[in-house]
């Protein structure tokens, strides 16, 4: 069973770079989600895909930051011109659809990213 | 913000049980309570969720109270590999918003 799987699992920039993450969801979950985690808090949502279409962003998603899910498979989250308050741990979580037995959100480890 | 209250630190002896408490005095009717816990450096896990019934899996079981307010995650024999932080998190069962919204948790810390 091949869980959620996240690439790369650490990621060390500088300052005003641009960094990608992958996310690839478990087989047939049509919904993924992304979520961000600063040291000593819960995760944060950040947004969520249903398919290929973007249906739910939160606030702290700006413009720096997009994600996309092309052909509603793996998904992509971009940031650009990385600032150090974007250090965190990224998460992507997917689910199998409507219906509460159908929709428990299962994650992957995680992308750290460290911005210097 | 999380629409839950959890102790911020729990211990408890290898081989006991763990008796994790959660209020969520402001619950709604179609709201389900989950858990989640977060192994140092790794994704949150699924534990178990429940509406109104107690609910129990090979992981732990859910006591909820009656009136909903509040509920029990209880792991029956701690392991340290159960040492985490675990998420109480309450969440419309249908239409509204997909996101789950995390506290801080409850850190445990399984002793041997």
């Known amino acids: 069973d091949t869980g959620v799987s996240q690439d790369p699992r650490h990621k060390i920039t500088k300052r005003g770079q641009n960094v990608t993450f992958r996310c690839d969801p478990i087989?047939?979950?049509?919904?993924l989600y992304w979520y961000r985690q600063t040291l000593g808090q819960g995760p944060e949502f950040l947004t969520y895909?249903?398919?290929?279409?973007?249906?739910?962003k939160s606030r702290l998603l700006s413009d720096r930051f997009s994600a996309e899910r092309p052909k509603g498979s793996f998904s992509t989250l971009e940031i650009q011109r990385t600032e150090q308050g974007d250090s965190a741990m990224y998460l992507c979580?997917?689910?199998?659809?409507?219906?509460?037995?159908?929709?428990?959100?299962?994650f992957g480890a995680g992308t750290r990213l460290s911005v210097l | 913000d999380a629409k839950t209250t959890q102790p911020p630190s729990m211990d408890c002896a290898e081989g006991r049980a763990a008796n994790l408490p959660c209020n969520h005095s402001?619950?709604?009717?179609?709201?389900?309570v989950y858990w989640y816990r977060q192994i140092h450096s790794q994704g949150p896990q699924y534990i178990i969720h429940?509406?109104?019934n107690n609910e129990t899996n090979e992981m732990a079981s859910l006591i909820i109270t009656e009136d909903r307010k509040s509920s029990t995650l209880i792991l029956p024999h701690a392991t340290l590999r159960d040492t985490a932080v675990y998420y109480c998190?309450?969440?419309?069962?249908?239409?509204?918003?997909?996101?789950?919204?995390f506290g801080k948790g409850t850190k445990l810390t399984v002793n041997p």
């Open positions: 979580a997917s689910s199998l659809g409507a219906g509460m037995a159908k929709n428990i959100q299962y």
């Open positions: 087989s047939e979950h049509n919904r």
């Open positions: 402001t619950i709604s009717g179609n709201e389900y």
């Open positions: 998190i309450v969440r419309v069962a249908w239409g509204g918003s997909e996101k789950l919204v």
């Open positions: 429940g509406l109104k």
């Open positions: 895909f249903q398919n290929e279409a973007q249906l739910e």
